[in-house]
């Protein structure tokens, strides 16, 4: 792809009722092979934490460790549409801090959209980016940041009563000036009627085939999980079979010594080989 996928473009490609294709992933190597496949939008999830950091939520990553991977997904992907998440506590202490914050991935990272995890709480934090001219994504349904005041993440959306404040949710972001939505693990028929109603682009993250495009995290496409997924995602190659194999292959070689072989050698110039001798020779 070419040209730079931008805010409208995604905009076009709903009205058009043509799937959005979005992927999370994390660094330079994995989104250079992702920006091939011509997807239109890269997320750099704050997922990053567990899935490069090793840690069980979402909540040790910080905006430094953000901007520095953000940026490097850039450097490999300059033509998908880039957004990046705002980490725990970028946005939650005061709109002041939500808007410099937001500012950093585009200034140093070249974002076109920042992602927000959001309640009701946080229509603030949406308006103060947005009226800065800067692009926002509200993600509703499962908050992955809120683990501390849950327990454990679940399906949201399931009751009449959880499923008509999660549409209002929708709605007020919008009002407060979301230019997206991404729905996380909500009830198929609520995200649907999310997706109906919004004038503004929605992502689903296993919320049903009814929004108008899917994200998956990269290690889940590509079966780097060790199984360990949440019942919407799925694996579409198994990779962790094959890189096990692959550095298993390695060591075998390394220690039977059939690598590296001269192929993988540099040599010196012709006739220095001599010269060498006799300069070490005289040197002893
Ligand atoms: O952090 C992340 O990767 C996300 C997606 C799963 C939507 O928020």
Known sequence: MNKKVTISDLLAARQRGQKIVAVSC??????????????????????????????????????????????????????????????????????????????????????????????????????????????????IGIRPQRIAKLGKLKAEGTTSELAAELVELSRQMVGAGADALLLEGTAREVSKIVTETSPVPVISCGSGPDCDGQILVIADILGLSGGAMPKFAKSFAQLDGLTVQAVADYAAQVRQGRYPSDEHCYHIKPGQLDKLRHILGDLT
């Open 26 to 139: 994390y660094d330079y190597t994995t989104a250079r092979l992702v920006a091939q496949t011509g997807v239109e939008m890269i997320l750099v999830g704050d997922s990053a934490s567990q899935v490069i950091l090793g840690h069980e939520t979402t909540l040790p990553v910080t905006m430094d460790f953000m901007v520095t991977i953000t940026a490097a997904v850039r450097r490999a992907a300059p033509n998908v549409c880039l957004v990046a998440d705002m980490p725990f506590l970028s946005y939650q202490t005061c709109t002041a801090d939500a808007v410099r914050n937001a500012g950093r991935f585009f200034q140093e990272a070249g974002v076109q959209i920042v992602k927000v995890e959001v309640t009701a709480a946080h229509l603030d934090v949406v308006k103060a980016i947005s009226d800065s001219g800067m692009a926002v994504m509200a993600h």
